[in-house]
Every structure is written in structure tokens, then in C-alpha cells.
């Protein structure tokens, strides 16, 4: 069975696009490669693609990347690592715009990570059920499938381009043998249904083998088809399109605990929509002012209760939270609860504003705190307390005195997420320069971590690292103005139950795992 | 200047994006060097302003701009503007610090010298002329070559060719659920908007393309 593992992988390393035409079912086969130097392999419309893969002790992580035959340069490494060693020459600076991942998720139970990028691509990886002969590659995330969401539109009535990139990606709980889940990008939300095909008809009266017609003269006798097995196949296809819902940037989605409907949300308005109604959605928020003169706050992120199937959170611009039930009235631009943190006037400036902007909002999966980002800080909330946060930690707190310039290059309108783990016992977001950084709600301690090539050396634990603002430097330290603002990491998710993360470093994909303690304190 | 629907290169538009960036960085402000130990000196209100002006127009200038940007450089511009406002009649006093209380001034009418930018942006038609109209005035909206003196106020009466009505309408243009209603009833967007400029019944198919051509054809104006 050896053989047939080695098999499945090759199979999973390839792009199984629904919409590609691949010559029979196939795979092309790659020899092993080398140390260094491998060679591309093209899909049959002609497109090379490049997969690389590093591992490391207690670390590893996937690049992808897909270059245009323009672009191709030949070097390609198979997706595989039996030996648990570094073997391909990593090659994804090179990687095109399209590449940019947008979005990372878990599945439920964290068996798949679902990641979607700029170019309105999805690639599945599928955790290895770990197994006894490979202590290396237990648990060990492998590309499940690929396949193309979204593809840009144009809107002829604006003259505008719709883009394709992934905005973000939500799975739906798993209800049967299939995996579902829905992407969006600013304008079109779709749910794709991913399944396994692992046998086969075989014995047809009428057919042949090549799906031929027989000669019915030559058919003496009746038999039975039967289910053979043959190499698994994964095969997702679009199952609903929930289109022309939104005038505005679709910014979150949010599948409820009902697991029949789910919510849209975009800069003005939310909607609620039922998974298997297409043409016709619910508006349940909607805070465009009767005169757009008047607009100054947008919404900014929203999510369902964990739980409580009526009740949902939206974030605005201006920093605060809205906690809405939908049993109060249809519409729910009144809130039920308010959350809002009054202004710091030792820290006022003309950012105070833009600063204080959440990018994002998570329940915790006990459902009785919230968690936010904003520029500077992560806040923990708890649903009872409308007033502040219960905790705040800082994440960069060294870049308030440079808020000038990052108003200047726009990065301080940059969108960090954040997530809470399995136990909501430690919050995670990125920062800046590749830099992640964990805060334990019950200790208090922060730690930053880098997710970079550099850093991860084979069978090393990730190094903690420090910012220094002047005064005293240690060896290791970075400054603050030597950080790399085009460096960040936007995007993280937190395996449900297990110390897993996933981290999105502009084009590569980082997935950690801490091996030491794999189950949660 | 490309016309707003087409899309440019990735590449193209990040070079051009950079491209405006350095000039204005060159031209007001020192870029922070990571060779410098000390934080960069915080900008004047004045510089402030113009740079959120510029990034006003540059965010509109985009193909479907992003509406978070938008209000919260509005909102920035707002207070720097208040703020202003209240320091040019009393004696200026030395240059602010990001620190700087704010006065806690209610959303003050904008002055008629800084009125807004775009207000033609809610006809489509008008979006190309205001377009054109920007690129050549880009140049008056840089402030003097000889720097500035942070005791004065911004020189503003470059800006007045600009700014025409001030800042009703900026956001007219993003909300077209106005066409996205009667005129395909087939599509079923959000409920409420009524606000039908366009006689949705009864149109037939020539009506129709007649009506597309306009609207694409409003690019090449």
C-alpha cells in the first residue's frame, strides 16, 4: 500500500481545477527530485506550476506558486518530504501579484485549511492521518485540492473591474461525507461542494470499458457492475452562486450555528441569506445615511453567535461594536448592545480615528467574549460589559510614534486579523516584518514570533523575537525603523483544538505546530 | 490617463502608485531613513491637510474606490480642518504635536475655500471631465516649493480651483443601487432604493443599448 500512498500524494500535489481538461485521470508523474534543481511540470492548458515545501522540526510550511509560462523559470519541487528533511531550493520570491494569499480557515474540526488568494484561487490542504511508520509526517498538512472561486468580472453599467480576490472563506459544518464551503470576494458569494471519488463502475452491459457502445449482438448474458476502487479523486464543484446582493465590498461572511442561513456584510449593509436560496437575500443591517453627505462610518467586519443563532456582532470604522438579536425586529440597525471604549485623551491625535477602526471581529467559542483588532491594540470583550474590554493587549504600541508616516504610506489602514485558540485561552494576530504575535489571557505573557525562510531552520523551535525602541539593544533585536512595512502578516487562523496555526506571509503559507504540547492547557 | 474602466497591470498601477507616493514625500516631507535614530518630526496640520487631500483625490481617482479609505480620510480631514480653523484666529501658536488636544468642535461647516473635491462624481458623465480636470490641476495642489512655514496656514487659495462645492455628494457616485433596480428587473439587489433617476418600465431593447452605449461611451469623452 506503499505505492498507492505515494500515489495519492502525487495526485493532490496537482490542481484538480473542475474547469481544466486533464488527459484522462492520469496525473503526470514527476520524478523525485534531486537536492537541488528540479524540473516544471505543465497542466494541459500549458501552465507551469511550482509547488515547494520545506520542512522542519517543529515547523513546516508550503509555498505556492504559480507562475505563467511567460515566467517560468525551471525550478520545481514535488510535494514531497519522507525523509522529514529541507530538500527543495525555495523559489517563491518570484511569485506573481496573484499569488498574495487573502484568506486562511480551518475547517471544524481542523482536518482541512482552506486558503484563497489574490488571482480568486482556493487550495484545500488536508491533514495526514497520523500514522506510526512516519512520525515525521504525522500531521502533516498536504494539497487536498485547488480549484479557481472567483475570476474578475466587469461591471459594464460602472466600468469597472470586479476582482476576484478571495475576501474571505468560511466552511460549513460538515453534514456528510462532502465538505462545503463559501468564498467571496467583494461582490459574489459561492458555495462550493468538495468530494472523494475512490471507486468506480465497472462491467456495464452496454458500454465498454472506454464508454463505447458494445455490439449488442456480442451480449450473451446480463451481469451486475460493480464498485471497483481506484486512485481518489477530489472534486469540488459550485453548487450556488449569491450574486448582485451587494452594492458595496463584501468585507466578511459569517455561516450561523442554524447551519441554514448565513450573513453577508459589506461597508453599509448586511444581509442574510438561506444556503440553499440564490436569487433573493434578507437585509438586516443597512446604516447608509438618507444623505451620503452624512456618511461617516462603515462597517467594518461581522460575525454570528457561536451559539445563539439570533444574535450577531458588527464592527465600524469608529471603533465600536454592535451586538444585534434578530428576534428584536427584521430590521437590526437598532442594536441591542452598544460596545464602545471612550477616547484616551492623553493619546488623542488627528489618527485617533483611523486607529481606533476594527479590522476584525471573533467570537470566542464559548461565545461570552468578543475579540477585536484595531491598529495598535487586540481587545477581549465580554458580552456583559458594554463599557471597555475587559483586557487590552498591545501589539505594536512602538508604532504610535510614527503614525505620521504610516498615514503616509497608507498602512495604517491596514486590516490585521486575529483569532482566539481551541481553550480561548490565548489570542494570536500579525504584525508587521512577518511578525505574529500570542498573548495568554492567563498568564499574561506576550510572546512575537517571525514567519520567515530565514527564521525557520530546520528542526529549530521558532526563536522568539524583539522590537527595541532605543534605549538598551540586545543582540537579535530589531529596530523599530528597520521593520518591513511591506511585511505583514494580515491573515492567521488557529487550528479548533490543537496548537496548529496557520500564517499568511504575503505569498507563503506558514503552518506551526507546537509539538512539544500538542494538546491544549 | 486611462479611462476608469480599464483595468490596469498590477504592476503598472503599483509603479504608479509608488511613483505618486515618492513625489509627494519628496516634495514635503523627509522620509523617515532607518539610518536616523529618532522618530520622524511630526507634519504640521498644514501638510497634513494637503496630504489628505492628495490621498482623497487618489482614492477617487480609482477605479471603485474603497469606501473605508475614503471615510476615514474624510473624517482626518475633517478634524485637521477644525482644528485649523481654530488656530488661524487666535495667535498660531508653535507647531502642534500629534499630542495636540483637539478641540472638541462640533462637525463644523466646512469653509467655502475648502469645499470638497468631488461632488460630480453622482453623474457618471462628469466623472471624466472631473478626472481630466484633476490631472492638470494636480500641480497647484502642491505647496510651495519654498517650504512651509508652520506658523501659517496652509495657502488655500490654490486649492480653490479645486474644490468646488464642498464635501456634499462625495460619496453620491459609490451608492448606483439606483440603476441596479428597475432597469433589470430580474436582478434582485437590496430592498429599498426607489431612487430611480431612469424610467425602469417599458423600455425596450433598442432603448436599452442606446442607454449602454452612453454610459460606456462616456469613457472616451
Not at chain 1, 463599557?387 to 504610535?400: A, C, F, G, N, S
Amino acid at each position: 500500500m506503499g505505492e498507492d500512498a505515494d500515489t495519492r500524494k502525487i495526485n493532490h500535489s496537482f490542481l484538480r481545477d473542475h474547469s481544466y481538461v486533464t488527459e484522462g485521470n492520469t496525473p503526470v508523474v514527476l520524478p523525485h527530485p534531486p537536492a537541488q534543481g528540479v524540473s516544471a511540470c505543465p497542466d494541459a492548458l500549458g501552465r507551469y506550476y511550482l509547488l515547494d515545501a520545506e520542512w522542519v522540526d517543529s515547523t513546516f510550511f508550503w509555498s505556492l506558486n504559480r507562475s505563467s509560462p511567460k515566467n517560468f523559470t525551471p525550478y520545481l519541487a514535488l510535494v514531497e518530504n519522507m525523509e522529514g528533511e529541507s530538500i527543495f531550493e525555495v523559489d517563491s520570491e518570484d511569485g506573481v501579484g496573484a499569488d498574495i494569499i487573502s484568506t486562511v480557515e480551518f475547517n471544524h474540526t481542523g482536518e482541512l485549511l482552506a486558503t484563497g488568494d489574490k488571482g480568486g484561487r482556493v487550495v484545500i490542504f488536508q491533514r495526514e492521518p497520523e500514522s506510526k511508520n512516519e512520525p515525521h509526517s504525522q500531521g502533516e498538512y498536504n494539497v487536498y485540492s485547488t480549484f479557481q472561486s472567483h475570476e474578475p468580472e466587469f461591471d459594464y453599467l460602472k466600468s469597472l473591474e470586479i476582482e476576484e480576490k478571495i475576501n474571505k472563506i468560511k466552511w460549513l459544518p460538515q453534514q456528510n461525507a462532502a465538505h462545503s464551503l463559501l468564498s467571496t470576494n467583494d461582490k459574489t458569494i459561492k458555495l462550493w461542494k468538495v468530494t472523494e471519488r475512490d471507486k468506480r463502475p465497472e462491467g456495464y452491459n452496454l458500454k465498454d470499458e472506454e464508454g463505447k457502445l458494445k455490439d449488442l449482438s456480442t451480449v450473451t448474458s446480463l451481469q451486475v457492475p460493480v464498485l471497483k476502487p481506484m486512485d481518489l479523486m477530489v472534486e469540488v464543484s459550485p453548487r450556488r452562486i449569491f450574486a448582485n446582493g451587494h452594492t458595496y465590498h463584501i468585507n466578511s461572511i459569517s455561516v450561523n450555528s442554524d447551519c441554514e442561513t448565513y450573513m453577508s456584510a459589506d461597508d453599509l449593509r448586511i444581509n442574510l441569506w438561506h444556503l440553499a436560496i440564490t436569487d433573493r437575500s434578507f437585509n438586516i443591517v443597512d446604516i447608509k445615511p438618507a444623505n451620503m453627505e452624512d456618511l461617516t462610518e462603515v462597517i467594518t467586519a461581522s460575525e454570528f453567535h457561536p451559539h445563539h443563532c439570533n444574535l450577531f456582532v458588527y464592527s465600524s470604522s469608529k471603533g465600536s461594536l454592535r451586538l444585534c438579536d434578530m428576534r428584536a425586529s427584521a430590521l437590526c440597525d437598532k442594536h441591542s448592545k452598544l460596545f464602545e471604549e471612550p477616547e484616551d485623551p492623553s493619546n488623542r491625535s488627528f489618527f485617533s480615528e483611523i486607529i481606533s477602526s476594527v479590522s476584525d471581529v471573533k467570537f470566542s467559542h464559548s461565545g461570552r467574549f468578543m475579540l477585536t483588532r484595531d491598529y495598535l491594540t487586540v481587545k477581549v470583550w465580554d458580552l456583559n460589559m458594554e463599557t471597555k474590554p475587559i483586557e487590552t493587549y498591545q501589539v505594536h504600541d512602538y508604532l504610535r510614534s510614527k503614525l505620521c508616516s504610516l498615514y503616509e504610506n497608507d498602512c495604517i489602514f491596514d486590516k490585521f486579523e486575529c483569532a482566539w485558540n481551541g481553550s480561548d485561552s490565548v489570542i494570536m494576530t500579525g504584525a508587521y516584518n512577518n511578525f505574529f504575535r500570542m498573548f495568554d489571557r492567563n498568564t499574561k505573557r506576550d510572546v512575537t514570533l517571525e514567519a520567515s525562510r530565514e527564521s525557520s531552520k530546520p528542526r529549530a523551535i521558532l526563536k522568539p523575537r524583539r522590537v527595541c525602541v532605543g534605549g538598551k539593544r540586545r543582540k537579535d533585536d530589531i529596530s523599530v525603523d528597520s521593520l518591513d512595512f511591506t511585511k505583514k502578516i494580515l491573515h492567521t487562523a488557529w487550528h479548533p483544538a490543537e496548537n496548529i496555526i496557520a500564517i499568511a506571509a504575503t505569498n507563503n503559507l506558514y503552518i506551526f505546530q507546537d509539538k512539544v504540547n500538542s494538546e491544549m492547557h | 490617463m486611462l479611462g476608469k474602466g480599464v483595468k490596469r497591470k498590477r504592476e503598472e498601477e503599483e509603479e504608479e502608485d509608488l511613483t505618486s507616493q515618492d513625489w509627494w514625500l519628496e516634495e514635503t516631507t523627509p522620509s523617515p531613513n532607518p539610518e536616523e535614530g529618532a522618530s520622524p518630526a511630526p507634519l504640521p496640520p498644514s501638510s497634513l491637510f494637503n496630504l489628505s487631500i492628495f490621498k482623497l483625490h487618489h482614492g477617487l481617482r480609482r477605479g471603485e474606490p474603497d469606501l473605508r479609505h475614503l471615510v476615514l480620510v474624510v473624517n482626518t480631514l475633517r478634524r485637521i480642518q477644525s482644528s485649523m480653523a481654530l488656530e488661524s484666529s487666535p495667535p498660531e501658536p508653535p507647531c502642534p504635536a500629534p499630542v495636540d488636544p483637539l478641540p472638541v468642535a462640533p462637525d463644523a461647516p466646512l469653509c467655502t475655500s475648502v469645499s470638497a473635491l468631488l461632488d460630480d462624481l453622482s453623474h457618471i458623465e462628469g466623472l471624466c471631465d472631473t478626472q481630466t480636470s484633476f490631472s492638470e490641476d494636480i500641480p497647484l495642489s502642491r505647496p510651495p516649493e519654498t517650504g512651509l512655514d508652520p506658523g501659517r496656514p496652509a495657502p488655500l487659495g490654490s486649492l480653490e480651483l479645486l474644490l468646488e462645492d464642498g464635501l456634499e455628494g462625495l460619496f453620491d457616485d459609490i451608492d448606483t443601487s439606483m440603476y441596479d433596480c428597475e432597469l433589470w428587473p430580474n436582478l434582485k439587489t437590496d430592498s429599498g432604493e426607489t431612487e430611480d433617476k431612469i424610467q425602469g418600465q417599458g423600455l425596450d431593447v433598442s432603448e436599452l443599448d442606446y442607454l449602454m452605449d452612453v454610459l460606456v461611451g462616456t469613457q472616451t469623452l
